[in-house]
């Protein structure tokens, strides 16, 4: 039986192996996100490309009234275009928090690419089976202030070192999003989660299906895509 | 006998002239502050039920619960057939379809960037079909301020402060940004077509006004609507009407456990209104008791100084063989004479006075300036003459000054006939 006393250093240990899986310097990936609304679903598809924590950038392939929507993040900016108004607009402030395309993610979940390690302090505290995969429980309390959800709840696949089950909290304790990971395909070396369903707590509907359809590390992209001028092209 | 009472009323001012006064005061005041109260309830109420309740409103269930968020998420869909059903279910009202949004509006420079930006409130309603009737039951014509009212799909209206605060002037191009009908980021460019001045600082300060087909294609609300409001042919509001229209709605979609099944509110259902239309209903009734009860007093008191003043006369009268009962019946019609000239006289500069007011209106507007409460307040108060208006001032004004009169007179009774020559001796 897993013991609940490893150590700190045991916890951190486990997150960097969790970073090294789930983060990369570079990747470019294609996917389909199904929204279950509460009356309809929609399925909006994607492409991104992304260069550590600080440049991304997603263009939307579909639907028609989507397709040609474009973001693009630069440190801690984020810009959105619409192809129908031909408008560059900078989500800032309370717009962050919005809803991207009706989804259970938020702009600020996008914006988040940081590493788990340089953002939380993480320790073990339990343990449990997930899909029938034992789990650690990592409990992550943030050590910055410019974080989303004040304290996360991870469970990690012992074996594969990625989560499994996530919990986010708000700094006053309550649960605003859950999400688990299925789907776990191995990339270039690392174990990757496929699909993700998330679901914001205090919002109605069944969640959001999230998969990657496909990913690619350590791409040669053009740094001219992580430029204002690209979101118009 | 009426001849010679009034003879005798003409003849001895001081025996009419105060009681006079006293009534025509009472009742002018008593016929203003009923049309001023009624022309403000009325008013307040209207208004809001123009633009935000309508008579009754139909929504979903789930939207009425949760109304105060704008929640188009859960708004109806198949909105123009709906409209039509309701159209023939209910041919004595008139029913349109709205959409209330929230949203930032958002002006470009020359390169497309944000060049000013501020946070507004929307309404979506027909403005283009020919005889919807909705612009001008938002008084749109006469509100514009700048430019023209929409006549064309994407224009839009802002309301005047805002457009100035924006600094946009109509032709200019806007884009709201908004939250669609599923949750999503709203993007959508408008061509300001003109601005508006609704009299209300709530709504000066950060309104925008489109057709209902825009915001429906702005905000992926294909054939939707958040509410469908019925306007009742009179033009004005009375639960009497409502309670038939909700009793045969609620026949025609029975309520079930399904939360985007129909639900209709009467307006006095709504954001609290229901003690404003209670208060409206019991407006005249309640000044009318007020100012009774007041004039009474103060008759009261001037018939007792009459008495005093006219105790000799009163004394001869008894002396000479005249009735008690004459004397006090007499004077009761003395005051029945002089309660109808002063009602007629309060109610003539009572009218007067409300038509001033209902003509040039009175700036409540420093008042209102910071309301947050859900009626629409007018930022002009204007009173409102309606037919009761030109009789109600007979009930206290007739009614106090024989109330006065019977309780000053009462003392006649109390004279001895014996003592009367002795007392007049003195």
Redesign the interface.
């Known amino acids: 039986m897993f013991s609940v006393s490893l150590s700190a250093q045991n916890a951190e240990e486990i997150l960097d192996r969790v970073d090294r899986n789930m983060s990369s310097d570079n990747r470019i990936f294609e996917s389909t996100m199904i929204?279950h609304?509460?009356?309809?679903s929609?399925t909006i598809t994607s492409r991104s490309y992304s260069v550590g924590d600080t440049k991304a950038f997603t263009e939307y392939l579909s639907p028609a009234?989507?397709q040609g929507t474009k973001m693009l993040k630069l440190e801690d900016q984020l810009w959105?275009y619409?192809p129908?108004?031909?408008?560059?607009?900078?989500i800032s402030g309370h717009?962050l928090r919005?809803?991207?395309?009706?989804?259970d993610l938020s702009y600020e979940d996008m914006m988040e690419d940081r590493e788990l390690t340089e953002v939380y302090n993480a320790s073990v505290a339990g343990s449990e089976a997930v899909d029938g995969r034992e789990c650690w429980i990592l409990e992550l309390k943030a050590r910055v202030s410019d974080v989303a959800y004040a304290t996360r709840k991870m469970w990690i696949d012992r074996e594969r070192y990625i989560p499994l089950k996530e919990e986010l909290y708000a700094k006053s304790g309550q649960l605003l999003k859950r999400s688990t990971m299925s789907n776990v395909i191995k990339v270039e070396g690392r174990w990757f989660p496929a699909t993700i369903v998330y679901k914001d707590m205090l919002?109605?509907g069944e969640g959001t299906e999230f998969r990657i359809t496909t990913i690619k590390f350590n791409q040669n992209i053009p740094e001219y895509i992580f430029t204002k001028a690209a979101l118009k092209q | 006998m009426i001849r010679f009472l009034l003879k005798g009323l003409f003849r001895d001012k001081s025996r009419s002239l105060l009681p006079l006064i006293v009534v025509a005061i009472g009742v002018a005041l008593a016929v203003f502050a009923r049309g001023y109260i009624k022309g403000l309830m009325v008013e307040m109420i209207e208004k809001t039920a123009q633009l935000t309740t309508g008579h009754v409103k139909v929504t979903t269930k789930a939207y009425s619960e949760n109304m105060d968020q704008l929640p188009n998420d859960l708004a109806l869909l198949g909105a123009a057939a709906f409209r039509t059903e309701l159209e023939k279910a209910f041919p004595e009202m008139k029913w349109v379809a709205r959409i209330k949004f929230g949203g930032l509006i958002d002006v470009p420079d020359e390169n497309g960037e944000t060049r000013s930006q501020g946070p507004g409130v929307g309404i979506g309603l027909d403005l283009l079909s020919a005889g919807s009737g909705e612009a001008e039951r938002l008084n749109l014509q006469k509100s514009l301020v700048r430019g023209a009212l929409p006549s064309a799909p994407g224009e839009v209206l802002l309301s005047e402060d805002f457009a100035r605060k924006l600094e946009v002037a109509p032709g200019a191009e806007i884009t709201l940004i908004g939250t669609t009908m599923n949750g999503g980021m709203a993007i959508h460019n408008f061509r300001l077509a003109g601005t508006v001045r609704f009299g209300n600082t709530g709504m000066d300060r950060g309104t925008v006004i489109a057709d209902i087909s825009d915001v429906q294609l702005a905000l992926d609300m294909d054939d939707a609507a958040g509410e469908i409001l019925g306007f009742f042919r009179q033009g004005y509001y009375e639960d009497e009407f409502a309670v038939p229209v909700v009793a045969k709605f609620k026949e025609i979609y029975p309520e079930d456990h399904d939360e985007f099944a129909p639900s209709i509110l009467r307006l006095s259902d709504q954001e609290g209104l229901a003690l404003y239309v209670g208060l409206a209903r019991s407006m005249g009734a309640t000044i009318t008791i007020v100012f009774m009860i007041a004039m009474s007093l103060v008759l009261w008191n001037a018939g007792l100084l009459g008495g005093l003043r006219r105790y000799g006369e009163i004394g001869i009268r008894l002396a000479i063989g005249e009735e008690k009962g004459h004397v006090y019946r007499s004077m009761i019609a003395e005051s029945l004479m002089v309660g109808l000239a002063g009602t007629i006289l309060g109610t003539a500069i009572g009218l007067g006075l409300s038509y001033l007011m209902q003509v040039k209106g009175l700036d409540i507007s420093q008042f209102t300036k910071n309301a947050t409460t859900a009626i629409m307040m007018p930022d002009i108060a204007r009173s409102r003459i309606t037919p009761p208006d030109f009789y109600i001032g007979f009930i206290p004004g007739v009614i106090s000054t024989v109330i006065g009169t019977m309780l000053s007179g009462a003392g006649i009774y109390k004279r001895k006939t014996a003592q009367l020559f002795k007392e007049l001796e003195a």
Do not use: P
Not at chain 1, 37 to 40: F, H
Not at chain 1, 98 to 103: E, H, T, Y
């Open positions: 929204i609304g509460i009356r309809t929609r009234r989507e959105i619409s129908a108004t031909d408008r560059t607009i900078q717009m919005q809803s991207v395309m009706g989804s919002k109605q």
